[in-house]
């Protein structure tokens, strides 16, 4: 039975580690391998250490997918949306390979990162690596609860996940991933009435700012489709920092490839009047790449190689 990898769906963790990788070398065989042996390490942490709640994701990068598996290509498989109007940017970063790691333990995101690294260390480069935590009762660094409006349960699986109308790469999901770096100093200089008319909602109870535009951010936010139902997409981000810069790394999981590219047009282009989101004032956009994260069975699947088939000897 095609399942789903883990993490797509899972419930938020205290700390999360992620890995964006570039592949080095030609052999695209080994990274097919190491990927399923990936899946292999995630249960491993994750049955000896079960207090910790482990779950992972592999992604491909849509331009290195057609390397690794050229036989099976995702349709609507499209690279990053690069957009930009005037100050505002989402820059493309395209990277080969995007590893999300969660548990409610550091110490054991760390190490599995270290496994990870460890199996592929011959043939990729580290491209970026983030270390990421649950922010009080789920909120950025902003103090706004992040993705209050996820859905949940079989929704959300809906939301996140391919269906059966596309039997190869069903349980699959489409990857966005932009790391965000927060000017708190400025962001702090505004009082909480500025910051709540910014976001759209109240800081406590994320309820809808009496004040509220189409300029702020949980408008903005809530895009939907041509049938003014919501766009299939699960937010899963969380907020990194330390004393010197802090920030957001944005992770979303869609059944639609084209669901993110409609949320970042309504944020940086923003309506037919120009309101744009408010926020990217305040923040800005760092990195950007766009990913496939097959079903474990896909990943298993491809990770055997293949007999050459040849046609049988004639008979004399």
């Given at each position: 039975?095609?399942?789903?990898?883990?993490?797509?769906?899972?419930?938020?963790?205290?700390?999360?580690?992620?890995?964006?990788?570039?592949?080095?070398?030609?052999?695209?065989?080994?990274?097919?391998?190491?990927?399923?042996?990936?899946?292999?390490?995630?249960?491993h942490y994750d049955e000896e250490h079960y207090e910790?709640?482990?779950?992972?994701?592999?992604?491909?990068?849509?331009?290195?997918?057609?390397?690794?598996?050229?036989?099976?290509?995702?349709?609507?498989?499209?690279?990053?949306?690069?957009?930009?109007?005037?100050?505002?940017?989402?820059?493309?970063?395209?990277?080969?390979?995007?590893?999300?790691?969660?548990?409610?333990?550091?110490?054991?995101?760390?190490?599995?990162?270290?496994?990870?690294?460890?199996?592929?260390?011959?043939?990729?480069?580290?491209?970026?690596?983030?270390?990421?935590?649950?922010?009080?009762?789920?909120?950025?660094?902003?103090?706004?609860?992040?993705?209050?409006?996820?859905?949940?349960?079989?929704?959300?699986?809906?939301?996140?996940?391919?269906?059966?109308?596309?039997?190869?790469?069903?349980?699959?999901?489409?990857?966005?991933?932009?790391?965000?770096?927060?000017?708190?100093?400025?962001?702090?200089?505004?009082?909480?009435?500025?910051?709540?008319?910014?976001?759209?909602?109240?800081?406590?109870?994320?309820?809808?700012?009496?004040?509220?535009?189409?300029?702020?951010?949980?408008?903005?936010?809530?895009?939907?489709?041509?049938?003014?139902?919501?766009?299939?997409?699960?937010?899963?981000?969380?907020?990194?920092?330390?004393?010197?810069?802090?920030?957001?790394?944005?992770?979303?999981?869609?059944?639609?490839?084209?669901?993110?590219?409609?949320?970042?047009?309504?944020?940086?282009?923003?309506?037919?009047?120009?309101?744009?989101?408010?926020?990217?004032?305040?923040?800005?956009?760092?990195?950007?790449?766009?990913?496939?994260?097959?079903?474990?069975?896909?990943?298993?699947?491809?990770?055997?190689?293949?007999?050459?088939?040849?046609?049988?000897?004639?008979?004399?």
């Amino acid at each position: 039975m095609t399942q789903p990898q883990k993490g797509i769906c899972a419930e938020p963790n205290l700390h999360a580690q992620y890995l964006l990788l570039n592949v080095v070398d030609d052999d695209t065989q080994a990274i097919r391998e190491k990927l399923a042996r990936t899946l292999a390490l995630f249960d491993h942490y994750d049955e000896e250490h079960y207090e910790a709640m482990v779950t992972g994701v592999i992604a491909v990068g849509t331009q290195y997918w057609p390397e690794l598996y050229p036989e099976a290509i995702p349709l609507h498989l499209y690279p990053f949306p690069d957009m930009q109007c005037e100050d505002r940017c989402a820059p493309a970063t395209p990277c080969d390979l995007f590893i999300q790691i969660r548990a409610d333990r550091q110490d054991i995101c760390y190490a599995l990162g270290l496994a990870i690294m460890d199996l592929f260390r011959l043939h990729v480069e580290l491209v970026d690596d983030v270390h990421a935590f649950r922010y009080l009762d789920g909120r950025d660094l902003t103090g706004f609860l992040i993705a209050p409006n996820n859905p949940r349960g079989m929704k959300k699986q809906s939301m996140a996940l391919i269906g059966d109308d596309d039997p190869e790469f069903c349980q699959g999901s489409f990857v966005h991933v932009q790391r965000f770096r927060h000017d708190l100093r400025r962001w702090s200089t505004l009082t909480d009435r500025q910051q709540e008319q910014v976001m759209g909602v109240t800081r406590e109870h994320h309820t809808d700012s009496p004040e509220s535009n189409p300029s702020a951010h949980f408008v903005r936010m809530s895009v939907t489709d041509a049938d003014r139902e919501p766009l299939p997409l699960i937010n899963q981000s969380m907020p990194f920092g330390d004393m010197h810069s802090q920030g957001l790394m944005f992770v979303s999981f869609s059944s639609s490839a084209s669901a993110f590219k409609t949320l970042l047009h309504s944020r940086i282009f923003g309506d037919d009047a120009g309101e744009y989101d408010r926020l990217l004032d305040f923040v800005s956009a760092e990195t950007g790449a766009a990913f496939f994260a097959p079903s474990i069975h896909f990943i298993r699947n491809h990770a055997v190689l293949k007999p050459i088939k040849t046609q049988p000897e004639l008979e004399r």
